[in-house]
């Protein structure tokens, strides 16, 4: 894809529908780095681990002036008892009409079984505050990766 957000890429702003049932969009954190993860499925093993982790290090990210949101085609009622089963501290966003995801480069040619589908693969994306991409992660291995990612977030910081 010609197009697709690399490093030093400018982001654009996209509005979903989060969670919390109101709209967000990266521009309403304007003096903030952003952590955009993408993940398949709520309430799956390895989405539910990396939720979890980016959950347990909250406090370090929000030291290190970062929001982390996480991006998944689920609705977001689905997201609201992800959240609540979970006890998750993060943004989750909704992108059931693929707004985002394809524009990521997150939205794939999956295989599995031999049967071939699109599908989410799991992408994380950290964002300065100037809005550009500080550095990307593409088919992303759970274990470890949340403290990759921070690691990475307090080199920009505040």
Known sequence: ??????????????????DKFEEVSLSDFPDKNI???????????????????FTELKKEFDAANTVVIGISKDDPETHE??????????????????EAIPKFGAWVEK??????????????????????????????RVKGHVQEVLEEAKKIGA
């Open 35 to 53: 952590v955009v993860y993408f993940y398949p499925k709520d309430s799956t093993p390895g989405c539910t681990t990396e939720a979890k982790d």
């Open 111 to 140: 295989n599995m079984y031999g049967k071939k589908y699109m599908g989410i693969e799991r992408s994380t994306f950290l964002i300065n505050k100037e809005k550009k991409v500080e550095k990307v992660w593409r088919k992303v």
């Open 81 to 98: 008892h992800f959240k609540n089963m979970q006890q998750l501290d993060v943004i989750l966003l909704s992108d059931e009409n693929l």
């Open 1 to 18: 894809m010609a197009d697709e957000i690399v490093e030093g890429s400018e982001v654009p702003d996209l509005t979903l529908m989060s």
